[in-house]
């Protein structure tokens, strides 16, 4: 059975930093490209970031510079490493999983595994 469990999420202050993980079971990370994802109340779900099954990695604008994703495959863990947060970021995070590649990594529905989300909230 294939479980991606993310943890991490918290609240913090606006400038503050988090890094969320993402550790899979039930499947090989070495073999999976993983996209993180969020969701604020009321809003559709972003892709924040991606990280190919060799290491190339992508960002939405918004969050590029600041935000930095990185794989252990040793650990079967994803992580995102995420600094200089605004209360914008505020959100629910999920990672996602799909063997080898996605062609557009942005679309929820190229995944096949989701983990059950953690939550961030960037707040005074």
């Known amino acids: 059975q294939v479980q991606l469990v993310e943890s991490g999420g918290d609240l913090v202050q606006p400038g503050g930093s988090l890094r969320l993980s993402c550790a899979a079971s039930?499947?090989?990370?070495?073999?999976?490209?993983i996209g993180w994802f969020r969701q604020a109340p009321g809003k559709e779900r972003e892709g924040v970031s991606y990280?190919?099954?060799?290491?190339?990695?992508y960002y939405a604008d918004s969050v590029k510079g600041r935000f930095t994703v990185s794989r252990d495959n040793a650990k079967n863990t994803v992580y995102l490493q995420m600094n200089s947060l605004k209360p914008e970021d505020t959100g629910v995070y999920y990672c996602?999983?799909?063997?080898?590649?996605?062609?557009?990594?942005?679309?929820?529905?190229?995944?096949?595994?989701w983990g059950q989300g953690t939550q961030v909230t960037v707040s005074s």
């Open positions: 039930g499947l090989t990370l070495d073999y999976y490209a």
């Open positions: 990280i190919t099954y060799n290491g190339r990695t």
């Open positions: 996602a999983a799909q063997k080898y590649t996605v062609i557009a990594w942005r679309v929820p529905q190229n995944y096949e595994y």
